[in-house]
């Protein structure tokens, strides 16, 4: 590999390296990324028009034109239809809004039953917007504004999780390592993808993934990055650990004892990594902690 000269930013690190200080914080909060003067920060894309003014709202249908954006979540999608289920309401107490919202947080779960992190993310959003002291407010707009407000804020921090975890993510990657990833993870192509813009020099592993081959969508997102990556079939992740210097998933959901729920075969291959003492890393938006 050529030599790339080390960024400032890593140089900085390396004076504090493994502390997480208030400074470095609030660096996560902005989510630095080298960018020209003339670039725009990154933000959440703004809500979809709707033209058809007499048309009544769907959550589905405000859910699934969310859900098209490629950066977008599946779970932070189902937050933004929620936020536009309160902008769209026509109740006229906070009874009926919550009423509203609930039957939308459910509709939205029946969408699809198997994906956790939809339903914790419904759950999540329900349990952060509500519980407010705008309940308490006489005037119900200044109570809706409230709810508003906190799900428009909740939308926004769900949107910046995956651009913190990858500035906190950065301190594992050290030059010369070999990452071994499993399933596609937008959280995880994000700490990849902050690493070889900050001139890390790595190499990626990507299981195959059968059967949807999401190690195949995977490996070619890092090839589109210049990112040096294999594509090595499931069954030899035994074989290819010995390489490896550590392990990068993704998660569907987090348990209250610390377990995660994602793609079949992350288990053994955290079995076969914790045998050959290679350390495994989850990176997981707090929106899948199913015990909140």
């Known amino acids: 590999m050529e030599n790339r000269k080390t960024s400032a930013y890593y140089e900085n690190r390396a004076v504090q390296f493994g502390v997480v200080s208030t400074e470095w914080l609030a660096q996560a909060q902005s989510a630095t990324v080298p960018r020209s003067p003339s670039s725009p920060s990154p933000s959440p894309p703004l809500p979809p028009a709707h033209n058809d003014a007499d048309k009544p709202f769907s959550v589905i249908e405000e859910f699934d ?129 902050l690493a070889a813009q900050n001139n890390k020099l790595f190499r990626v592993l990507c299981t195959e993934g059968r059967p949807d081959r999401t190690g195949l969508r995977f490996s070619n997102e890092l090839a589109k990055l210049d990112v040096p990556v294999k594509l090595v079939i499931d069954s030899a992740v035994a074989y290819t650990m010995d390489e490896v210097d550590m392990v990068f998933v993704g998660a569907d959901g987090v348990v209250e004892s610390g377990g995660i729920i994602n793609m079949m075969g992350t288990y053994q291959i955290a079995m076969v990594a914790k045998s050959m003492n290679k350390p495994v890393y989850v990176a997981a938006e707090s929106y899948k902690d199913l015990s909140l």
């Open 65 to 193: 034109t969310w859900r098209k954006h490629p950066d977008l979540a599946e779970a932070v999608a189902a937050i933004r239809a929620l936020a536009a289920v309160i902008r769209s309401s026509k109740a006229t107490t906070m009874m009926q809004l919550e009423i509203q919202l609930k039957s939308a947080s459910d509709s939205l779960k029946c969408w699809d039953t198997t994906s956790i992190s939809l339903t914790a993310a419904c759950d999540l959003f329900m349990r952060y917007v509500t519980r407010t002291s705008a309940l308490e407010y006489e005037d119900f707009n200044s109570a809706k504004s409230r709810l508003l407000e906190r799900a428009d804020k909740f939308g926004e921090i769900s949107f910046k999780a995956r651009e913190i975890i990858a500035m906190l993510s950065q301190d594992f990657i050290f030059d010369g390592c070999t990452i071994l990833v499993h399933g596609f993870s937008r959280v995880v192509l994000q700490i990849l993808k």
